[in-house]
T-cell receptor, first 112, second 111 residues
């Protein structure tokens, strides 16, 4: 079946550092890909998405590019802030009916 | 806009008790689903629905029942709670082939 492998956390960075969180997946075809973010005590929010190969999703300074050759969707941000501290989930659609497959999540902690 | 509303936010059950987790959305989404979140395991799909009257099992359906009598509501029933069902439960809704909107979650503890 489809699966997602995410970079293990926690990731600890200083403010203004560069962030990369790796995500690779296995899937049938070319599913839409999503990054969700979960702030402490809250539900998941969509951070960005890409619906076809070579698409770049972006939001709040975060970016991720749909790479079908490497089946990857790595999340990047050039300069992180303390407010970016959260858990990040990579999630492709899987098997139709809008079912999402989630990675284990990567916890990011940003220090001043 | 209310979006996806889950109730209750917190619940403690004794082993063997039953309860229903409520989920309602006001976006007229046809797709709704329930996930559970456990430490180190991400979110796993319990049940999902593609419209009123249509439900199906996800990855971890055992011990849970669902029904969908209206577009807006998708309750999750625990028939006989077990400690292994201690988790955080999220309801989500979406249109076809678009991103999911999540509720704030229900933290359930079974003792």
């Amino acid at each position: 079946g489809n699966s997602v492998t995410q970079m293990e956390g926690p990731v600890t960075l200083s403010e203004e550092a560069f962030l990369t969180i790796n995500c690779t997946y296995t899937a049938t075809g070319y599913p839409s890909l999503f990054w969700y973010v979960q702030y402490p005590g809250e539900g998941l929010q969509l951070l960005l998405k890409a619906t076809k190969a070579d698409d770049k999703g972006s939001n709040k300074g975060f970016e991720a590019t749909y790479r079908k050759e490497t089946t990857s969707f790595h999340l990047e941000k050039g300069s992180v802030q303390v407010s970016d501290s959260a858990v990040y989930f990579c999630a492709p659609f899987s098997g139709g009916y809008n079912k999402l497959i989630f990675g284990a999540g990567t916890r990011l902690a940003v220090h001043p | 806009n209310a979006g996806v509303t889950q109730t209750p936010k917190f619940q403690v059950l004794k082993t063997g008790q039953s309860m229903t987790l409520q989920c309602a959305q006001d976006m007229n989404h046809e797709y709704m689903s329930w996930y559970r979140q456990d430490p180190g395991m991400g979110l796993r799909l319990i049940h999902y629905s593609v419209g009123a009257g249509i439900t199906d099992q996800g990855e971890v359906p055992n011990g849970y029942n669902v029904s969908r009598s209206t577009t807006e509501d998708f309750p999750l029933r625990l028939l006989s709670a077990a400690p292994s069902q201690t988790s955080v439960y999220f309801c989500a809704s979406s249109y076809m082939n678009t991103e999911a909107f999540f509720g704030q979650g229900t933290r359930l503890t079974v003792v």
